[in-house]
């Protein structure tokens, strides 16, 4: 399992949190170490952990971009990576699995890329209790899982601390 210096990682949330398109009223710093938090133990646990939804045959590995990423790379391209733990698919294209485990600028500038276009832009969260359910499962509902409850719970906490 790959690790980064948790100060490292810290430094990260400082230097790239100021970037994120955050709703009004919470710190963009203090969002991205509450992630990494919960993904990561902030920066302990980086990673790769294999999603064997997204490698052949699974369920997500039907789209052209994930089925170029496998052909390129094997089922490294079913991983997630990095402090934030993001899947291989979502970083920019170009980004290989190697940077992904040696360089966390890499991983802190894919993250903030797909966070604002993702999390803030095509899933529109507008407070951290979305953020979190947009980050663990994809959209945010009404009716969460119990795991999807827990980690929102997890990640307030993470935040406050932060």
Not at 38 to 44: D, I, L, R
Request: aromatic letters at 10%; charged letters at 15%; proline letters at 6%.
């Amino acid at each position: 399992m790959n690790s980064f210096p948790k100060q490292e990682v810290l430094d990260c949330c400082a230097q790239y949190g100021a970037m994120l398109h955050i709703p009004a009223g919470l710190d963009g710093r203090k969002v991205m170490a509450a992630l990494a938090s919960n993904e990561s133990s902030t920066g302990a646990n980086c990673g790769p952990r294999h999603e064997p939804a997204y490698d052949k045959g699974g369920s997500l590995a039907t789209g052209a971009q994930q089925a170029a990423a496998l052909a390129a790379y094997g089922s490294d391209a079913a991983c997630s990576y990095g402090p934030w733990q993001m899947m291989f698919v979502n970083f920019p294209r170009g980004t290989t699995p190697d940077e992904l485990t040696s360089e966390i600028d890499v991983c802190a500038q894919g993250f903030v890329q797909f966070f604002n276009a993702y999390v803030m832009g095509a899933r529109k969260a507008e407070t951290l209790k979305d953020i979190g359910q947009i980050w663990n499962f994809g959209h945010k509902t009404d009716t969460p899982p119990v795991g999807v409850v827990r980690y929102c719970n997890d990640l307030q906490a993470a935040y406050d601390k932060a």
